[in-house]
């Protein structure tokens, strides 16, 4: 075989494609009932979620199949967040809100609001979900039946996203083609290797036993990315995690519009892709596969490569609930994901804080 700049295109579209195609095959909904004596903990920080929370909450005590709670933490919100929840919770005794203290040095806030949620927690599950996270009715119990029936310490899923707006696709959808399409076995629990580990911090059920003795969030207190530290954090310890399908499970609608996006994927770069090291292989691996066929056409290995990077792309979307029509923005959503990660590169080696919500965090170490 002649590795011409053709050939090697279509090798780098043909990997994620292959690899995709597994972990489709691979990628199972919960299964098994939660056994009897389980209680579920939904867990839920808030900060200025006044828009969210009340839709949150209902979606939430409307679980069937298992026991729950209910527990909301405040985390300094501005907003009227604190009296939606606060006026449920005189109507609903499973709902319980609590403050949050002071953030203390050291912590990032939903780290700190997490931990805080974690030890006052009464289950025997400890369900983690965003206040824009809709659970669907059996959530709750299919993740913790799937849990206790596969012996895991965590499960994990990506909701069904939400997406309104170009923006929106042009920034949601890579979250699950890296997910499916790079990562081999897509987090399921054969891949025992932390480095293989995934989980996602919009819906993360972690197992009381497993919380404890890892130190939970406490542990990961820096990060921002609890959905990739824990997990691996779990794994090193020696236990099981598992990502599960999402879209049956709850919807998320993570961001409105593009600049907003923009910023919250830019504040979560900072601790994936976004190395000195890691990015310029990445780089090529994103740009050779998903870019560079375009400027190799009309040649008959770059159409092939295109096929394939859309079919991924098209089996991704539409296994994960994701509209459509974001599938034509696929090329120039590949360049606003590189472009989001040797932007927050820049900011790292030049020690720029990112901004959420009110709060800035420094940048970690170059790594």
Same mark, same amino acid.
């Given at each position: ?9 279509? %090798? ?18 919960? $299964? ?34 298992? +026991? ?10 501005? $907003? ?34 997490? /931990? ?15 206040? +824009? ?64 580990? /995934? ?13 404890? /003795? ?33 879209? +049956? ?45 375009? %400027? ?7 159409? =092939?490569? =295109? ?6 792309? *098209? ?17 120039? *959503? ?34």
């Amino acid at each position: 075989m002649t590795w011409d700049p053709t050939t090697i295109a279509l %090798a780098l579209a043909a990997l994620p494609a292959l690899n995709g195609l597994v972990n489709l095959f691979l990628l199972r909904a919960p $299964d098994g009932p939660a056994p009897a004596g389980t209680l579920v903990s939904i867990l839920i920080p808030a900060r200025d979620e006044a828009a969210n929370i009340g839709a949150c909450l209902e979606a939430a005590l409307a679980q069937q199949g298992v +026991d729950i709670e209910v527990v909301v933490m405040d985390d300094g919100s501005t $907003d009227g967040t604190p009296d939606i929840v606060g006026a449920i919770a005189a109507r609903d005794p499973r709902v319980r809100l609590i403050a949050a203290p002071p953030l203390p040095e050291g912590w990032s806030g939903k780290m700190h609001a997490c /931990a805080q949620l974690g030890a006052a927690a009464c289950g025997t599950h400890l369900l983690f979900i965003d206040a +824009d996270v809709r659970l669907a009715p059996g959530a709750a119990a299919g993740l913790a039946g799937h849990a206790v029936g596969h012996g895991l310490g965590l499960v994990s899923a990506v909701p069904r996203q939400r997406i309104e707006t170009i923006g929106e696709g042009l920034t949601v959808p890579i979250i699950n083609l890296l997910l499916l399409g790079y990562l081999p076995g897509g987090g399921r629990a054969f891949t025992r290797l932390p480095g293989f580990a /995934a989980g996602c911090g919009q819906m993360m059920m972690v197992a009381r036993d497993a919380y404890a /003795a890892t130190g939970g969030h406490g542990a990961v207190r820096t990060t921002l990315h609890d959905g990739l530290k824990l997990t691996r954090l779990l794994r090193t310890r020696g236990w099981r995690t598992e990502m599960v399908a999402g879209a +049956d499970l709850a919807a998320c609608r993570m961001y409105r519009g593009f600049g907003e996006s923009w910023r919250g994927f830019l504040k979560n770069a900072r601790e994936g892709m976004a190395t000195p090291l890691g990015l310029p292989v990445w780089t090529v691996v994103l740009a050779g596969a998903h870019l560079w066929p375009f %400027a190799l056409l009309p040649a008959g290995a770059a159409w =092939l490569a =295109l096929a394939l990077v859309f079919a991924l792309r *098209a089996a991704v979307t539409l296994r994960s609930g994701e509209p459509a029509w974001t599938i034509v923005l696929h090329p120039a *959503a590949v360049v606003v994901a590189l472009a989001i990660q040797w932007t927050a590169l820049a900011r790292v080696l030049t020690g720029r804080k990112e901004g959420w919500k009110g709060r800035s965090y420094a940048a970690p170490e170059p790594s």
